[in-house]
């Protein structure tokens, strides 16, 4: 039986409480529920008056708050199916997969299969570089790639920490009991062209800087790119120098020179100042385009 409306304002600010819709259960005690579950109760089950809520139903929680859930909601049916798949251990193999095919895991994420290809990570050497000023060493970081041998390649678009699409990269040397069910035996129409965004992840193939690209900002660039960045957006010369630029409180721009190969700064930095075209006139500024091993790129500085 719906019981009352509790919860929610109750004449000032102070006293705010978010709403909820009393419930008594029929074995003889009462619970509280969301509006939202309670508009999803009535898309779902009938409520007569006099009799209350018709059906048969569960108990869940989302985070903190309870939930009622109609067994005819088309959630629970799914639920259900899931947690039998779960239960039947019935796990893909490799020898099953599929290139294009798209699999669920234990966790309820899908992934497309993409292939089995070398995985490559990275791992990082640090080599002496000289004193510091207070007399300890210095070190320089230096990445190294590492080809880890054949892994299966899964592939699903996501979001970024800032809402942007991005395509997450799942690589697994054994299947194990990760897959649990194939959602579609048939390819993807977009395999050919997701493949080629694959092919620019480091996953895939290293990052060369051998091949690293320095082009010339015209100055109406570098005035745009100023602009739309903020202070720790790196700039380059011709030479051996990277910079960071930005704006300071009397109008005049503040430019931090720093040698390219110095990881942790212990090399001594210099700062100018001037007008952005005065810093654009002296430093001739640069982006960086870095490349992979197959030659896709990987980061455009622009």
């Given at each position: 039986m719906l019981n009352k409306k509790v919860g929610d304002y109750s004449g000032h600010w102070g006293n705010h409480r978010q709403a909820y819709t009393r419930v008594f259960d029929p074995r003889g005690f009462e619970f509280e529920v969301t509006i939202e579950n309670l508009l999803y109760i009535l898309e779902?089950?009938?409520?007569?008056?006099?009799?209350?809520?018709?059906?048969?139903?569960?108990f869940g929680w989302d985070g903190k708050d309870l939930l009622l859930m109609p067994v005819?909601?088309?959630?629970?049916?799914e639920i259900t199916e899931y947690s039998e798949m779960i239960l039947r251990n019935n796990y893909i193999k490799a020898k099953d997969l599929k290139l294009g095919a798209t699999y669920k895991t234990k966790t309820n994420e899908e992934w497309i299969y993409m292939g089995r290809f070398d995985y490559h990570t990275t791992e990082y050497d640090n080599i002496p570089e000289g004193r510091t000023n207070w007399g300890g060493v210095s070190y320089k970081s230096?990445?190294?790639?590492v080809n880890k041998g054949k892994y299966h390649f899964f592939i699903r678009?996501?979001?970024?920490?800032?809402?942007?699409?991005?395509?997450?990269?799942?690589?697994?040397?054994?299947l194990g009991e990760r897959f649990i069910d194939t959602v579609?035996?048939?390819?993807?129409?977009?395999?050919?062209e997701l493949f080629e965004k694959l092919e620019c992840k480091t996953e895939y193939s290293p990052y060369?800087?051998?091949?690293?690209?320095?082009?010339k900002y015209t100055f109406e660039e570098f005035n745009d790119s100023i602009n739309k960045s903020n202070r720790w957006k790196e700039y380059y010369d011709n030479t051996k120098y990277k910079y960071e630029i930005?704006?300071?409180?009397d109008d005049l721009y503040y430019c931090k020179m720093k040698d390219k190969d110095d990881s942790y700064g212990y090399k001594k930095e210099k700062t100018i100042q001037g007008t952005?075209?005065?810093?654009?006139?002296?430093?001739?500024?640069?982006?960086?385009?870095?490349?992979?091993?197959?030659?896709?790129?990987?980061?455009e500085g622009k």
């Amino acid at each position: 039986m719906l019981n009352k409306k509790v919860g929610d304002y109750s004449g000032h600010w102070g006293n705010h409480r978010q709403a909820y819709t009393r419930v008594f259960d029929p074995r003889g005690f009462e619970f509280e529920v969301t509006i939202e579950n309670l508009l999803y109760i009535l898309e779902n089950a009938n409520s007569i008056k006099g009799k209350g809520l018709e059906g048969d139903f569960i108990f869940g929680w989302d985070g903190k708050d309870l939930l009622l859930m109609p067994v005819d909601s088309p959630d629970y049916k799914e639920i259900t199916e899931y947690s039998e798949m779960i239960l039947r251990n019935n796990y893909i193999k490799a020898k099953d997969l599929k290139l294009g095919a798209t699999y669920k895991t234990k966790t309820n994420e899908e992934w497309i299969y993409m292939g089995r290809f070398d995985y490559h990570t990275t791992e990082y050497d640090n080599i002496p570089e000289g004193r510091t000023n207070w007399g300890g060493v210095s070190y320089k970081s230096v990445k190294k790639d590492v080809n880890k041998g054949k892994y299966h390649f899964f592939i699903r678009n996501t979001k970024d920490y800032m809402d942007r699409p991005y395509l997450s990269v799942l690589t697994i040397k054994s299947l194990g009991e990760r897959f649990i069910d194939t959602v579609s035996i048939d390819c993807v129409e977009n395999y050919a062209e997701l493949f080629e965004k694959l092919e620019c992840k480091t996953e895939y193939s290293p990052y060369d800087k051998s091949k690293d690209e320095y082009i010339k900002y015209t100055f109406e660039e570098f005035n745009d790119s100023i602009n739309k960045s903020n202070r720790w957006k790196e700039y380059y010369d011709n030479t051996k120098y990277k910079y960071e630029i930005y704006l300071g409180k009397d109008d005049l721009y503040y430019c931090k020179m720093k040698d390219k190969d110095d990881s942790y700064g212990y090399k001594k930095e210099k700062t100018i100042q001037g007008t952005l075209e005065e810093i654009y006139n002296l430093i001739k500024p640069m982006y960086k385009n870095e490349y992979l091993v197959n030659n896709k790129l990987y980061s455009e500085g622009k």
